[in-house]
């Protein structure tokens, strides 16, 4: 597999991520680590295609998108857009019983995968996972199905 970039802060119209350092010879295949993406806008969306196009990116992966990045990807159809691919997700829940934060990341391939023409999109999630702080079970594919509404567009 090619080299994994971070990318961070917001995708906005500044641009920003322009700087990003990328190593000459990229692959037409670039795989982002979006764990510290903070926000993207719509503007910044059509600026972040742009800069894929000149950079002859055509295939995006993504990785460990949050739920929060998930959401905004989502109302924008950013996912189709852009034609990527999500690698994983870092799903953050707060446990039930006592509050800790339990976390999850879910992969492609063995969690969810998006609908193509010859299979619909499924999303196979645990039901609920053990909490590290007091090893309740805390609901997951309930409370979080709806991050991975971007499953349903097909490219
Ligand atoms: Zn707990």
């Known amino acids: 597999m090619s080299e994994t970039v971070a990318i961070q802060g917001h995708i906005d119209e500044s641009g920003t991520f322009k700087s990003l350092k990328l190593k000459s010879g990229l692959s037409k295949e670039l795989q982002l680590d979006f764990s510290q993406v903070k926000s993207i806008s719509a503007g910044g969306l059509r600026l972040f295609q742009v800069w894929l196009a000149e950079l002859g990116v055509e295939q995006l992966v993504l990785h460990r998108c949050s739920q929060g990045i998930l959401d905004q990807l989502n109302s924008l159809k ?58 309740g079970q805390v609901p997951l594919e309930s409370e979080v199905s709806s991050y991975f509404a971007f499953l349903k567009h097909r490219n």
Do not use: F, T
Request: glycine share 8%; proline share 5%.
């Open 78 to 135: 950013a996912i189709s857009q852009l034609k990527a691919r999500v690698a994983s997700v870092e799903l953050s829940l707060k446990c039930p019983h006592c509050s800790s934060g339990v976390d999850y990341l879910a992969q492609r391939g063995q969690d969810y995968l998006e609908g193509s023409v010859v299979h619909r999109e499924s999303l196979d999630l645990p039901q609920e996972i053990s909490c590290p702080g007091c090893g």
